[in-house]
């Protein structure tokens, strides 16, 4: 079964300033998609940034961008200039191929303070 | 376009009475989920739709906790009798479903706090 970790309980950051969450994933598949979640106190789930397993260039959206390394089954986000907005809990998800379903699973997440 | 709806947003009830939460999908999405998210865990599959079929529900207490998805639309969890334990944040989610589809994230709604006291 697939599993997905998240290392860090608790991170903080300074506002401006740059900070990275760490997950990593196990399963036997190639094909996959992975994707991190934002969780604000609203519980209004967001999708962040998504990434193809497929494609080796990391995505980026905006401030956020990730660091897929496909061996080493890891995909940890960085937010950068990082704005009081950005306080949260932050989850990462996988999702395998279509052919195997359509389940999301999730971390157990990572909750993100930004200081100003 | 209008998102994934939920209601109630916060329940209270007493162990072993019932509850029922609804969920009404984006407009289009085959898929649908249910999760549970206890306080400070990640959400937790209770049951996937595929249209009005069931894709997964191996992780559902079926003693306890049934869902439907009548003509493929909008959706029903119901607990009944509820137990202490079921306290928590009831998710839905759904998203397109097609074989050639590319990055189909969920999109999820609100939410429903359960406190079962």
């Known amino acids: 079964a697939q599993t997905v970790t998240q290392s860090q309980p608790e991170m903080s950051v300074q506002e401006a300033e740059t900070v990275t969450l760490s997950c990593t994933y196990d399963?036997?598949?190639?094909?996959?998609?992975l994707f991190w979640y934002k969780q604000p106190p609203s519980r209004q789930m967001i999708l962040v940034i998504r990434?193809?397993?497929?494609?080796?260039q990391n995505a980026t959206e905006n401030r956020f961008s990730v660091n897929f390394q496909k061996a080493a089954k890891s995909f940890s986000l960085k937010i950068s200039d990082s704005q009081l907005g950005d306080a949260a809990m932050y989850f990462c998800?996988?999702?395998?191929?279509?052919?195997?379903?359509?389940?999301?699973?999730f971390g157990p997440g990572t909750r993100l303070s930004v200081l100003p | 376009e209008a998102g994934v709806a939920q209601s109630p947003r916060y329940k209270i009830i007493e162990k072993r009475q019932s509850v029922a939460f609804w969920c009404n999908p984006i407009?289009?999405?085959?898929?649908l989920y249910w999760y549970q998210q206890i306080l400070g865990q990640g959400p937790k599959l209770l049951i996937q739709?595929?249209?009005?079929?069931?894709?997964?529900d191996s992780q559902l207490p079926k003693d306890r906790f049934s869902a439907e998805r009548l003509k493929g639309v909008d959706s029903t969890l119901k607990i009944q009798p509820a137990k202490l334990e079921d306290s928590a944040v009831y998710l839905c989610?759904?998203?397109?479903?097609?074989?050639?589809?590319?990055?189909?994230?969920?999109?999820f709604g609100q939410g429903t706090r359960l406190t079962v006291v």
């Open positions: 739709f595929q249209n009005n079929g069931v894709v997964d």
């Open positions: 990434q193809e397993a497929y494609k080796q």
């Open positions: 407009s289009g999405h085959a898929t």
């Open positions: 399963t036997s598949e190639s094909d996959y998609y």
């Open positions: 989610a759904s998203s397109l479903f097609e074989i050639t589809a590319m990055n189909t994230e969920a999109f």
């Open positions: 998800a996988y999702r395998p191929p279509i052919k195997r379903g359509q389940n999301f699973v």
